[in-house]
C-alpha cells in the first residue's frame, strides 16, 4: 500500500517543540500561562482584533460567542446550512432554533439577501406579502452565523451593514479561514465576534484548539470568566454564573505560537495547491470537460484552506465526484464531498429554512454537496503527493 496523502494534515514548524519545552522547563502546565497570553496577542496582531481569548476549540468559541451577544433559550439564530455542524450545535447546546439559510452562488457562503429578507419580515410582519417565500419569524433573530467555508470569505461587509441596520448580532465563524481577508480587513474581524480553530485538521494547529475575538473587550473579558467555569472574586469558590471548562493550555498555546511563525507560509502553500489544480483542470476543460472551483469575491484573498471543485456528470462525460473521489481512494489519496448541509442533517429534520425557493429545500448548497468535492490540500503535500494525484486523475479523465 502506498503511503496516504491527507485531505489536510498538521504541518509543524521549526519553534513549536522549543515552546512546548519551555512550558514545561517553567512548569506551566494549565490552562492559563506565558504562551496563553502571547498566542493571544499574536492573534490579535495578526488579525488586527483588539481583543483575543484562546480557547479549548472552536465550537467552544461560538458557544460563549452566542452567550455574549444573548442567545438563549427559545431565541432564534440565522446559521448558514451549508457548514461544518461546529458551527451550529452551540445553537442547540443553548436550547435556541437554528434558522437554516442558503448560500449564494459567488462565494457559497451566506447568502445576503435572504438574510436581509428574513430580518425584514421578522421586525414588520406586515411585508411577508411581499417575501412569499420568506417564514414569518415569531421573533426577531438574535444573532446571524456567518461562515468562510473553505477559507473564502463570505460577502462579509454586506452582511456586517445588513446585521446592523436590524440591530442583530452577527458572528463570523471564520474557523476555516484564519490567513484569508476581505475587503483588506481579515476573516474573524468582521462579526461582533469571529471564531477560529487550530483543530488537527487546519490551516494551523495546536492539536485541538479555538480562540474568540472581538473589538469589545467586555465580550473578551466576559467570555474568559465564563471559560474558567465563572470563578467570582473570593478566596473560595464562588460561581455567579453558570460557566465552562472552555481555556486552551499552555502547552497547546505553546504550539500555537510556533505555528502563528509559520502561518504566512502556510497560506502561500495552501494558495499555490489551488492555483494547481486550477492550472491542471483547466487543461482538462479546454478538452471538452466543465470542472469548477470555489469563486471568490473580486479582490478578496482566500486562504484556500481546502481547493474545492464542483462537476456536473452531465457536463464531464459521467464523471462525478465519486468517481474521483474513489479513485484517489483506491490509491490512498483522501479526498472528501463538500460538507453536507446542516438542513439535510438526520438530527435536524423539521428545522426552519430559508431560501429563494418557496419549498422547504436550499437549493443552491444541496446542489453543491450533490457534486463537489475538496482535494487533497496539506501545506505539506509534495511535489512527489501531487504526481501521484495528477496520475490518477490522468487516469480517470483520460478513459471517460
Ligand atoms: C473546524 C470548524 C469549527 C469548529 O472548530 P473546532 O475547533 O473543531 O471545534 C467550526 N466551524 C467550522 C466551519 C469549522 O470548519
Redesign the pocket.
Known amino acids: 500500500m502506498k503511503d496516504k496523502i491527507w485531505l489536510s494534515s498538521p504541518h509543524m514548524g521549526t519553534s513549536e517543540q522549543k515552546y512546548v519545552q519551555e512550558a514545561f522547563e517553567t512548569n506551566w502546565i494549565a490552562p492559563l500561562g506565558p504562551h496563553v497570553n502571547g498566542f493571544e496577542q499574536d492573534l490579535q496582531k495578526y488579525t488586527g482584533v483588539a481583543h483575543a481569548a484562546v480557547l479549548s476549540?472552536?465550537?467552544?468559541a461560538?458557544h460563549l460567542a452566542l452567550i455574549e451577544v444573548g442567545v438563549g433559550r427559545g431565541d432564534y439564530v440565522l446559521c448558514q446550512s451549508f457548514?461544518?455542524c461546529?458551527?451550529s450545535n452551540p445553537i442547540s447546546y443553548i436550547g435556541a432554533h437554528a434558522v437554516f439559510v442558503d448560500s449564494e452562488t459567488e462565494t457559497w457562503n451566506l447568502d445576503p439577501k435572504i438574510v436581509e429578507a428574513v430580518l425584514t419580515v421578522a421586525q414588520n410582519p406586515a411585508l411577508a406579502a411581499k417575501h412569499p417565500q420568506i417564514p414569518v419569524l415569531p421573533q426577531m433573530p438574535k444573532a446571524v452565523i456567518a461562515?468562510d467555508?473553505y477559507g473564502v470569505p463570505a460577502q462579509l461587509e454586506t452582511l456586517k451593514e445588513i446585521c446592523a441596520r436590524f440591530n442583530v448580532a452577527l458572528i463570523e465563524?471564520a474557523?476555516?479561514a484564519l490567513g484569508a481577508s476581505h475587503r483588506g480587513v481579515a476573516c474573524g474581524a468582521w462579526g461582533d465576534l469571529g471564531?477560529l480553530?487550530?483543530?488537527g485538521n487546519?490551516i494551523i494547529t495546536t492539536s485541538?484548539?479555538?480562540a474568540l475575538i472581538s473589538n469589545r473587550r467586555e465580550y473578551i473579558d466576559r467570555a474568559r470568566f465564563l471559560a474558567t467555569q465563572a470563578r467570582d472574586e473570593a478566596p473560595h469558590y464562588q460561581h455567579s454564573a453558570i460557566g465552562y471548562n472552555y481555556r486552551m493550555s499552555n502547552v497547546c498555546a505553546a504550539i500555537g505560537r510556533g505555528q502563528m511563525e509559520v502561518l504566512d507560509e502556510r497560506v502561500q502553500a495552501r494558495r499555490a495547491n489551488f492555483n494547481r489544480y486550477v492550472d491542471y483542470f483547466t487543461k482538462w476543460n479546454s478538452k471538452g470537460f466543465a470542472i469548477q472551483f470555489q469563486p471568490q469575491l473580486e479582490g478578496d484573498f482566500a486562504n484556500r484552506w481546502l481547493s474545492c471543485i464542483w462537476l456536473n456528470p452531465a457536463e464531464n462525460k459521467g464523471i462525478s465526484r465519486e468517481t474521483i473521489r474513489e479513485g484517489l481512494a483506491a490509491d490512498n489519496i483522501e479526498a472528501r464531498p463538500l460538507w453536507k448541509p446542516m438542513h439535510m442533517q438526520p438530527v435536524h429534520e423539521g428545522a426552519q429554512l430559508v431560501s429563494n425557493e418557496p419549498v422547504g429545500t436550499l437549493p443552491i448548497c444541496e446542489k453543491l454537496f450533490a457534486n463537489g468535492l475538496c482535494l487533497p490540500s496539506g501545506s505539506n503535500l509534495t511535489d512527489v503527493d501531487f504526481k501521484r494525484i495528477f496520475e490518477v486523475l490522468d487516469g480517470i479523465f483520460k478513459s471517460a
Open positions: 476549540s472552536g465550537t467552544a461560538l457548514t461544518f461546529g458551527s461562515v467555508l465563524d474557523a476555516e471564531v480553530s487550530f483543530n487546519k485541538g484548539g479555538g
